[in-house]
């Protein structure tokens, strides 16, 4: 349970996704079977409805792990699309270019080796979106670089903002977590508040935040 939304819900939302190629099945099975966090199916959906609708054509992803978003974003925003993609683990990158091969997307998804927070700010492109899915307390290191990259009209998404719903309600808060919790609420009531932004905090899967760049 996620502590977010009722299980009997997101299994319902669930059955009614479409069915995922082969390839991502493998991939969901090795994550599970690994311990190796990747977007929520809902969530995945959600955010490909997002880059359809906005006909976006260029993501900066930080998070990589095994390739999986990075594979559904690229499939989902078709020819000419771009994924660069940033991790710091060797062992995650060795997997994801495997992946990334086998769902012949090399040549859309740029997997770049390092720690986000040195390789975004000499990063020279600019995104029609930005998926922040790295490590949960450091969401705000990288806000100021990624306003930077994101074009105006331009969408910031951040997963795992409600992080098992400890960031909303100080009773769910496990003590060893207390650090990412106030991080993360920092982190959201900057995106809330921001000038340039204009943000909307969705209970989907571990909670999502949606912010749209408007200058
Ligand atoms: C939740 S997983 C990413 C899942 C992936 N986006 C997906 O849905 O398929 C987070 C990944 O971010 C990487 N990571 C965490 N902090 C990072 C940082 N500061 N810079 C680069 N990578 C980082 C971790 O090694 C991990 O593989």
């Given at each position: 349970m996620s502590n977010i939304n009722q299980e009997y819900i997101e299994n319902y939302i669930r059955s009614l996704l479409p069915k995922p190629s082969i390839l991502i099945q493998e991939m969901e099975c090795f994550a599970r079977e690994n311990h190796i966090p990747i977007v929520q199916p809902e969530v995945a959906q959600f955010i490909v409805l997002i880059l359809q609708a906005q006909r976006c054509k260029k993501v900066l992803e930080i998070g990589t792990a095994i390739g999986y978003s990075s594979i559904l974003w690229a499939t989902a925003m078709g020819k000419g699309s771009k994924v660069v993609t940033i991790e710091r683990e060797s062992d995650m990158i060795f997997l994801a270019k495997q992946y990334v091969q086998r769902a012949q997307l090399q040549d859309n998804i740029k997997i770049l080796q390092g720690q986000g927070e040195e390789v975004v700010p000499i990063l020279k492109d600019h995104f029609d979106c930005i998926f922040l899915d790295a490590a949960k307390g450091h969401y705000m290191d990288f806000l100021p670089s990624c306003l930077s990259l994101l074009k105006t009209g331009g969408l910031l998404i951040s997963d795992n903002v409600l992080f098992r719903g400890m960031v909303a309600s100080d009773a769910l808060v496990n003590r060893r977590k207390i650090t990412i919790?106030?991080?993360?609420?920092?982190?959201?009531?900057?995106?809330?508040?921001?000038?340039?932004?204009?943000?909307?905090?969705?209970?989907?899967?571990?909670?999502?935040?949606?912010?749209?760049?408007?200058?």
């Open positions: 919790v106030k991080r993360m609420r920092k982190y959201l009531e900057c995106i809330s508040n921001h000038p340039q932004l204009i943000t909307s905090v969705i209970p989907i899967g571990d909670g999502l935040a949606i912010s749209l760049k408007k200058e």
